[in-house]
């Protein structure tokens, strides 16, 4: 704003410029409300566009990929990302096997990985977390249902390079049926049901109740937490009724899980 103008006798007061006026106003003269807020865009306005490969560029610049579920990939793994990369190509296939061995239920060789990366002389937090990068991408990649080419495209993004990326593919293709179907398998699962034993006892008689003709169930469940947990044996104790109505829920139970599958 202009303050403290005034006319002085036989002089006509002058107007102030446009761009003057357009600053006092915060419009600009060629292009009325510029910076107004009608003129602002949000960042939530505008969609994500896809970006080069198989990465999604979002509104504030950010990628999200596939193999991520759509979203930004972790810091974490960003940071290991140039730990790969020490590794040979050829090595870095062979600790992928490893890897895709444990995730479908085998045993992981940690010896023979430590030989494998021996060469770059890794710590063994870096070799720790060599294994946690890998297994995070194979896993969420078949969860996510992303084809090798495509996983390849994103993570030479993120600095993979490219003989690296197209060797973990290669391993990835190879068991990407079986990884999808062992990780629906352990899908909605805490734990998992080993074994039941189980017994009646029938008491006759005893010195605290005068008359006892109920029989008495004993079950012992051995449960298994996760997929590769320890078993847990987890025994109760209950009544010939109680039973008969745990009976016939389980029974209705597997008749629910058998009309879905």
């Not at 890897?99 to 890794?122: C, Q």
């Not at 074994?195 to 008491?203: E, G, I, L, N, Q």
Request: contains cysteine; charged residues 20%; neutral net charge.
């Amino acid at each position: 704003m202009l303050r403290g103008c005034r006319a002085i006798p036989g002089h006509a007061p002058k107007r102030p410029s446009p761009e003057l006026a357009a600053a006092a106003d915060g419009s600009s003269p060629q292009h009325a409300g510029w910076g107004g807020p009608s003129a602002r865009l949000s960042s939530s306005s505008a969609g994500a566009v896809p970006g080069r490969g198989g990465g999604i560029r979002g509104a504030a610049g950010d990628m999200r990929f596939r193999f991520c579920g759509d979203l930004d990939c972790p810091d974490w793994v960003l940071a290991e990302i140039s730990t790969l990369a020490k590794i040979s190509s050829v090595k870095l296939k062979l600790i992928c096997a490893q890897v895709l061995r444990d995730l479908l239920g085998g045993s992981m060789e940690y010896e023979k990985i430590l030989k494998l990366t021996s060469d770059a002389k890794l710590e063994s937090g870096d070799v720790k977390a060599t294994i946690a990068v890998l297994g995070f991408i194979l896993s969420s990649a078949a969860k996510h249902g992303v084809d090798s080419e495509s996983l390849s495209s994103e993570l030479q993004q993120l600095g993979l390079p490219k003989e690296h990326a197209s060797g973990l593919c290669r391993s990835y293709e190879e068991k990407q049926s079986s990884l999808q179907d062992s990780l629906r398998a352990a899908s909605l699962r805490l734990s998992q049901l080993g074994s039941v034993c189980w017994r009646v006892d029938y008491t006759l008689s005893s010195s605290e109740l005068q008359e006892v003709h109920e029989p008495l169930v004993h079950l012992t469940f051995t449960v298994r937490e996760g997929q590769r947990g320890s078993t847990v044996a987890v025994p109760m104790a209950v009544s010939a009724d109680k039973f008969r109505v745990l009976l016939a829920e389980l029974k209705q139970a597997q008749a629910l899980m058998s009309a879905l599958s």
